[in-house]
């Protein structure tokens, strides 16, 4: 029996069992049919759609469709006398007729041929049956007909349809569908009918034979036959076909279809897709179709794998088979789809044709075993078919096959997308279908997107974008190859338009040209082969070459969506860029997006190129910004050191390779140096030979030269030539360098070539024999294939040339045919320098072998490269997003490209890439037109309140200008939201930063600083330039009328005061305000007084470089660095103009000293700068403004203290360098130089005593003391150093304190005025008992200094203790200087000051201390201090000062010179000058009483010597000669003198009588020291009591 008969009985075997069984009910769900992996398909038909319930019976639903189907099939003339039985349901026709089987012929890819389209067998069906005999019976009714008979007689019957046979249930009506003599209506019936089984799940898994019945069914659908009629009619059948395989493959029977089904339906498929003569609507639904079947079936494959689970590879081997059964050749030139009766038989598809079967119905509808069906095995189609697919829709896409139409490619372009976005990394997965895609697909894909036919291209990019999206790990060099020849494309190959506003300097990161740009074509040289042209070298894809606007376009958005991948760059990076033999294709899209986002690659381009690259740009950039915070993945990955060790040695081998290309010896010398070869020619050789980037022609020439046959040597050592034929190892050979031109360079390759070669082949005899057989293949081969030869060389020829060279002997002469026909049919070349198709195969080819020594491409899910990667490419993308700022006048641009801003700043700030963020902050400053070094004009600064509810502004030029310029209002915003929670990033980035605060800042827009509480300096504000006008507008709302506003107007005018601010000035000034306010300033400040020290050192760097030079002869006003005089210098005034004040620079000196004096950290690594800068603005001060000077002063003593434990500063440098200011930059600047000096000595310290002891501090007191500004904060210096614990009056500073107090004691002579003015207007009222104190601040000042000297006196012992003096130098130098203060004081024409001097002068010189030393030093007190004292006081000039007080001092006076005389007579006694001083005394009494004053000096003086006689006399010093001859000269001068002024006072005192009456009672006269000795008590208390009187008068 023949296959087609086994077929139909095999099908109609169901039908048979269930008539001939006596129960009609239908056959057990539990069929026979083992269907593999029946368990797992469960979860597999999950996915699949379910049926759509019905509210009719089912059973009289089929039979209404068998009843529509044969009521249409009677009205035709051929089935017109057809039996009833279709309608009644009865059985009279014996024939069994079953669904064909399509499994049973091996081999073929359907069914048997009761399924053929061939016109020549019809399952039975004749055109004779359904006519009338002769005598009117009825013939054996039509099989067509019997078949829904029987269906209808099995369904009498049925309970429940889904319990009933599924093959039985579509027999009939595939038989209709099948057969070739029903008409389009009637096929369309049956097909309707059956889709609507599968939609109300009549025929479902649980149905009876379910897998044979939707095997049949496919069989039956792909092999569809009708009566071609109406073209319309015959696509609506189409249609159809079309629908019920989709709804095949997408129903719960798809996973049950074999592949043999797969392949025909989806042959079936692409059939229509391809047919020209049907309907565009049609080929366009069936082109849906396919694309929705595929990604059933492709869908499909994942869930295989899930299956599969770990054990893929027996998935794989399943397509290892022979696949010839599946083979798909879909018709694409013929016109018919499917096979009508009419279709003449060479349209016939050959895929459907079998051999001839008996056409008999009654051999046709056998009966076949019963148990055929049972022993059948259904596999459902997995991979093989999916292979076959795959392969068919990627051959569709051959460039170079005629035979398909563009509009075919474009189609399989779709479906292969479906299918590589439903399953790509599937496919990839498995060898079968990966090796399809990395070779076949790749390939047609690659010369597919240079075509000038916009669709193909669009669906070529497209398709090539998705397979590099899922498939990219198995296609490291194809995508190599793609995206270099896109980015060679793409790339402008022109310069950046040069615009007016913006600066090149913003955009300098662009790369004009990509690193994989090649260098011109080499110039033809070797005879081998000319040149390729530029425009055949573009065809072929070997350069990018010019493209259309729209080809342009369609490119970008193939880049923009392969970048938009949040690993595809970092992948290229680690593949690529890191890879010596790789081009740098990360940076080179970087740098092509970079270079596409400029508005001017419009040009070139269309209109959406520039933002698609730009997003793409901004895309690129937001990914890393999301990966910021992620986990690091280190898993499975490289190391990250590793990949940075790669790109360094990468960078020297291409910059040796290009110095090389240009100098060989020069680059070779390099990488040796750099030690990428070492120093023998086998390395060097090694590396010419693997790396990709040396020039082939000039390694050629290098070779070939005199001298370099080392390197020749080595580098054939490298090619393995054992059983190659000699022109093999030739091409082996000339493929890896170019042959140079000249006959001895050649000759010389030539020669260590055989001499290599000869060795190794049994076909040439010797060395000589190569070298001969060598030139003549390269003759043969430039013969062969040059352009310029008309008359090709025979192998005759070929073998004549080389005739008795071979040792005498010729070659064998199957030995030079298969050289000749080698060199014929294969030309040795270079690819890169021809262009037929054969050198891009044989690229294509290296390609190939090249992909496994490459490796697999590494998969970079992680933020572990980001780091290295952003610094790689941050240049290009920081200058696009500044030039597209600045060009841009677009909303939506400007708010991505602050983003993009925003996120490279938080990326270089997180991985601590200073110079982008540098980079980043120079661009910004630049727009924000803040940034240069001329600080606008403030001379004309206004400010304006505006209302009585909110605060002024300023108005200035700035103010408005920036107010005006919305652009750089958002650049300003953008640059400090970058800088802030980056500060400790930023380098040279500062000084951009501190220019812009500086502007603020002189602009009163922002304060010096935002927290003063963390300045560490108790300064006021820094003051800043006065407005030229304060306005108050909300006071002048009210009086807005013309009068006011023309008086207003004239009155500024007559006083030359600028105009008043617009309206519109002042907005712009508010607005600009505003925008300062939002960048909130503050944050950053704060952020800084918490940097670490060493994030301190490049602010304060940029802090510093502001300052004005040191050599510059003067600072002009408002300037920063050196900056042309502003209108109110008067630029043409001469040098030694007076100096203006420049708030900036004391900004600048304020903010680095608060820095520097943060921590003792700071201190000692930005002291020392600090200190110099405040030093140099102290030495020139008098080219800097006195404000400027102060606080310098000040910030220097802060910096002295805090750094004095470094030397930073020395103080007694700081203090002399004050000292030598002039008298009046000194007072202008006594208030904050002596806070500072307060600073530095409020504590004990070294500080303090080097401070105090120097002769500058002393000086600068004695300079501001006497100015009535400073003179207070002297004073309280000087009170500290002298009262403080410990004091800070030392030797070397002593005098100088006694000098300095005795001037503030000297300076209260002004109270002297108020006391004698109270003194007049109460002369007549009862004076009080005590002169009540002075108000006067300097008297008290004076006051306090008196007590200050007079305290001290109790250091004084110690003083000399520790002094290295002799003892009379030392009495001299610490007690002498208070006893002259002192004695000065005792002068001063105020009361109040004078009698505190003359107290404490008594209490000084009656002190026990004084004498304590053996020597006389003390007794200067007389000479030096009380006889000077009372000589003053005599004079008119002191007398008139304070005529009622001085009168009383002078009694003092005299009263202490007496006292003191006294209390140290015993000691004077000892003293040979005693009677000269003691004469002296007399002298000073004489003239006491002769001064003229009245009675007060005239009792006084008289009753003072008095007692001084009395006591000289009772002690034995004052003693007649009669009594002591040895007193006999003191008595005798005594009363010499005495008697001239006082001529009675001997006679009142007599003590001669007293003597004369001792001597004659004889009584003892006691001895001078007896009498001392004795009377010391009298003493005493005669000194207190003087002292007391002294102090009442």
């Not at 030139?333 to 079967?357: F, K, L, Q, W, Y």
């Not at 700022?885 to 602050?898: I, Q």
């Not at 500062?990 to 300096?1017: A, C, D, G, Q």
């Amino acid at each position: 029996m023949s296959q087609d008969a086994q077929s139909h009985a095999t099908m109609d075997a169901a039908p048979t069992a269930a008539r001939g069984s006596s129960d009609v009910s239908p056959r057990p769900s539990t069929s026979a049919l083992r269907v593999v992996n029946a368990d797992t398909r469960s979860s597999d038909m999950q996915y699949r759609s379910r049926p759509v319930s019905v509210a009719v019976d089912p059973v009289s639903l089929v039979v209404s469709e068998c009843i529509s189907v044969t009521s249409v099939m009677r009205k035709h003339a051929r089935w017109a006398g057809s039996s009833v039985s279709s309608i009644l349901g009865g059985n009279p026709n014996p024939v069994q007729l079953g669904p064909p089987s399509p499994l049973l012929r091996p081999g073929s890819k359907g069914s048997a041929a009761s399924l053929s389209v061939d016109g020549t067998q019809d399952i039975g069906v004749a055109n004779r049956w359904g006519l009338r005999g002769k005598k009117g019976k009825s013939m054996q009714d039509n099989p067509l007909m019997a078949g829904f008979g029987r269906l209808r007689h099995e369904l009498s019957s049925c309970k429940d349809i889904h319990d009933f046979d599924a093959p039985a249930l579509l027999s009939p009506f595939l038989q209709v569908i099948q057969a070739s003599s029903t008409s389009a209506p009637i096929t369309i019936l049956a097909l309707k009918a059956i889709r609507k089984f599968l939609s109300y799940g009549f025929i479902s898994p649980d149905s009876p034979r379910f897998p044979l019945a939707m095997q049949s069914l496919s069989t039956a659908i792909t092999h569809c036959r009708f009566e071609a009629s109406d073209s319309a009619q015959d696509e609506v059948v189409l249609l159809m076909i079309l629908h019920l395989m989709e709804d095949m493959l997408s129903g719960p029977g798809g996973a049950l279809l074999s592949d043999e089904s797969v392949c025909e339906m989806m042959e079936t498929g692409l059939t229509m897709c391809c047919q020209s003569r049907l309907s565009e609507l049609l080929r366009r639904t069936a082109e849906a179709a396919m694309v929705r079947m595929c990604q059933i079936i492709f869908e499909h494959l994942k869930h295989l794998e899930v299956q599969a689970g770990d054990d893929l590879e027996a998935l794989d081997n399943q397509a290892n088979g022979d696949t010839e059964a599946l083979r798909m050749v879909p018709s694409t030139n013929g016109h018919d789809v499917i096979a009508s009766s009419d279709a003449p038989p060479s349209e016939e598809r050959t895929s459907s044709s079998t051999e001839n079967a008996n056409n008999d119905p009654e051999t046709n509808s056998a009966s076949a075993p019963s148990d055929a069906p049972e022993s059948l095995e259904i596999k459902p189609y997995s991979l093989p078919s999916m292979k076959e697919l795959f392969r068919v829709l990627v051959d569709l896409l051959d460039p170079h096959d005629k035979q398909q139409g563009d509009t075919m490619r474009v189609m399989a372009l779709r479906i292969i997308h479906v299918a590589l976005e439903v399953a790509g990394p599937s496919i990839a997965r498995h060898p079968a279908l990966a090796v399809v895609a990395e070779d076949r697909l790749c390939r047609h894909l690659f010369q597919l997107v240079r075509s000038d036919n916009m669709a193909i291209l669009q669906e070529s990019l497209i398709v090539a974008d998705t397979l590099l999206e899922t498939c990219r790990g198995v296609l490291k060099l194809q995508q190599e190859l793609f995206l270099s020849y896109l980015v060679a494309c793409l790339h402008p190959p022109v310069e950046i338009p040069w615009e007016p506003n913006i600066d090149p300097s913003l955009y300098d990161g662009i790369p004009q040209r990509p690193s994989i740009a090649k260098p011109p074509p080499s110039q033809a040289g070797s005879g081998r082969a000319t040149p390729v042209p530029v425009q055949d070298r573009q065809k072929l894809g070997m350069e990018g070459g010019t493209r259309k606007p729209d080809a342009r376009q369609a490119m970008v958005e193939s880049v923009s969506a392969l970048a938009r991948m949040p690993s595809f760059l970092v992948e290229l990076f680690v593949n690529y860029d890191c890879d010596a033999n790789r081009v740098n294709l990360c940076e080179d899209m970087i740098g092509l997006l970079s270079r596409s986002a400029l508005p001017d690659s419009a040009t070139w381009s269309t209109t959406s190129v520039p933002p698609l690259c730009l997003d793409a740009l901004l895309g690129y950039v937001q990914c890393i910004a999301d990966r910021l915070d992620d986990q690091p993945v280190l898993e499975g990955l490289p190391d990250r050191a590793d990949l940075r060790e790669q790109r360094r040695r990468k960078k020297i081998i291409v910059k040796g390779a290009t110095k090389f290309n240009e100098k060989p010896k020069e680059g070779l010398g390099y990488l040796k140096e750099s030690g990428i070869i070492d120093n023998n020619p086998a390395s060097a050789a090694k590396f010419l030979r693997q790396t990709s980037r040396v020039s082939k022609a000039v390694l050629g020439d290098f070779l070939s030269k005199k001298g370099n046959d080392e390197y020749l040597d080595s580098f054939l050592d490298l090619f393995d030539f054992s059983g190659k034929r000699v022109d093999e190892a030739l091409r082996q050979l000339l493929e890896s360098f170019r042959l140079p031109g000249e006959s001895p360079l050649i000759e010389r390759i030539v020669t260590a070539f055989a001499k290599k070669y000869h060795t190794l082949s049994e076909d040439v005899a010797d060395q000589d024999a190569v070298f001969v057989l060598t030139y003549a293949i390269i003759m043969l081969n430039v013969d062969q294939h040059s352009p310029k030869i008309k008359k090709r060389m025979e192998l005759v020829d070929f073998a004549r040339q080389v005739r008795g060279v071979n040792d005498g002997k010729d070659f064998a002469p199957e030995f030079l045919q298969a050289t000749f026909e080698a060199i014929r049919t294969n030309e040795i070349i270079l690819p890169d320098e021809h262009d037929n198709q054969h050198a891009f195969d044989y690229a294509w080819r290296e390609l190939l072998l090249k992909t496994e020594s490459a490796g697999p491409l590494i998969h970079c899910n992680t933020n572990i490269y980001d780091a290295d990667m952003f610094a790689a490419t941050w240049k290009p993308i920081v200058s696009t997003l500044s030039y597209v700022f600045m060009s841009a006048t677009d909303d939506a641009v400007f708010s991505r490209v602050v983003t993009g801003f925003d996120q490279c700043a938080q990326i270089a700030a997180k991985y601590g890439i200073t110079e982008a963020l540098d980079h980043i902050i120079q661009n910004l400053s630049y727009m924000t037109t803040l940034d240069n070094e001329n600080l606008s004009n403030t001379l004309l600064n206004t400010e304006v309140k505006v209302s009585d509810d909110s605060d002024s502004v300023m108005v200035s030029e700035l103010a408005v200008k920036l107010g005006r310029d919305f652009k750089a209002q958002l650049a300003t915003l953008v640059l400090f939201r970058v800088v802030k929670g980056s500060e400790h990033i930023i380098k040279n980035g500062w000084e951009h930063i501190v220019r812009i605060w500086l502007k603020l800042f002189v602009n009163s827009l922002i304060p010096p600083f935002y927290n003063r509480s963390h300045t560490y300096l108790k300064l006021p504000k820094i003051p800043l330039h006065t407005p030229s006008q304060v306005i108050d507008r909300a006071a002048k709302a009210a009086d807005t009328g013309l009068f006011s506003a023309l008086s207003s107007y004239i009155s500024s005018y007559a006083a030359d005061d600028p105009p008043e601010p617009s309206a519109e000035e002042v907005e712009s000034s508010l607005s600009t305000a505003d925008c300062i306010k939002a960048c909130h300033l503050e944050d950053i400040f704060g952020n800084i007084s918490s940097l670490p020290v060493v994030a301190l050192s490049p602010l304060m760097e940029a802090l510093l470089d502001q300052l004005p030079d040191d050599e510059s002869p003067s600072v002009p006003a408002i300037t920063v660095k050196s900056v042309p005089s502003s209108p109110a210098s008067g630029g043409s005034k001469p040098v030694h103009t007076k100096p203006t004040y420049d708030p900036a620079v004391v900004y600048i000196l304020e903010f680095c000293t608060v820095l520097a004096l943060r921590t003792p950290e700071t201190i000692e690594l930005l002291g020392k700068h600090v200190a110099e800068a405040l030093q140099m603005i102290l030495r020139n001060s008098s080219r800097y403004h006195s404000v400027l000077v102060s606080r310098a002063a000040y910030y220097q003593f802060n910096v002295l203290k805090a750094s004095y434990d470094h030397d930073f500063v020395r103080a007694p440098v700081l203090l002399h360098t004050i000292s030598s200011f002039p008298r009046d930059m000194l007072a202008k600047t006594s208030q904050l130089v002596l806070q500072g000096l307060k600073v530095c000595i409020e504590q004990p310290g070294p500080l303090r005593s080097e401070i105090m002891t120097s002769p500058d501090f002393w000086l600068i007191l004695r300079t501001l003391a006497g100015n009535p500004n400073s003179s207070p904060t002297v004073f309280d210096i000087l009170e500290g150093g002298v009262s403080g614990s410990p004091s800070a009056i030392i030797a070397d500073n002593y005098e100088a304190a006694i000098a300095l107090l005795n001037e503030y004691a000297t300076a209260a002579q002004v109270g002297a005025a108020d006391e004698q003015k109270g003194e007049r207007r109460q002369r007549n009222a009862r004076p009080p008992k005590k002169e009540a104190a002075s108000e006067n601040a300097i008297v008290s000042r004076g006051v306090k200094a008196i007590n200050l000297i007079s305290s001290m006196t109790a250091r004084i012992p110690h003083l000399m203790k520790q002094s290295h003096l002799e003892n009379s130098e030392a009495w001299s130098a610490y007690w002498l200087p208070i006893f002259q203060a002192l004695t000065t004081q005792c002068t001063n024409p105020c009361r109040e000051v004078r009698q505190l001097a003359f107290s404490s002068l008594q209490r000084s010189l009656l002190s026990p201390e004084l004498t304590c030393s053996d020597h006389k030093e003390w007794t200067a007190i007389f000479g030096e201090v009380l006889f000077p004292l009372i000589l003053k006081l005599l004079k008119p000039e002191v007398y008139s000062s304070d005529r009622d007080g001085m009168s009383e001092t002078r009694v003092q006076a005299a009263s202490l010179l007496c006292k003191t005389f006294l209390q140290y007579l015993v000691l004077l006694s000892k003293w040979d000058g005693m009677l000269d001083l003691w004469l002296q005394i007399i002298d000073i009494m004489d003239r006491l009483m002769n001064s003229g004053q009245g009675d007060s000096l005239e009792e006084a003086v008289p009753e003072n010597l008095k007692n001084v006689l009395l006591f000289m006399s009772s002690s034995g010093y004052l003693v007649p000669p009669l009594k002591d001859p040895s007193q006999e000269k003191l008595w005798v001068e005594t009363w010499k003198r005495i008697d001239r002024f006082l001529p009675d006072l001997r006679k009142d005192l007599s003590l001669e009588e007293e003597d004369e009456e001792a001597i004659a009672s004889d009584k003892p006269v006691p001895k001078p020291q007896a009498a001392v000795e004795e009377e010391p008590a009298p003493t005493r208390p005669d000194a207190g009591q003087t002292e007391n009187s002294a102090g009442e008068a």
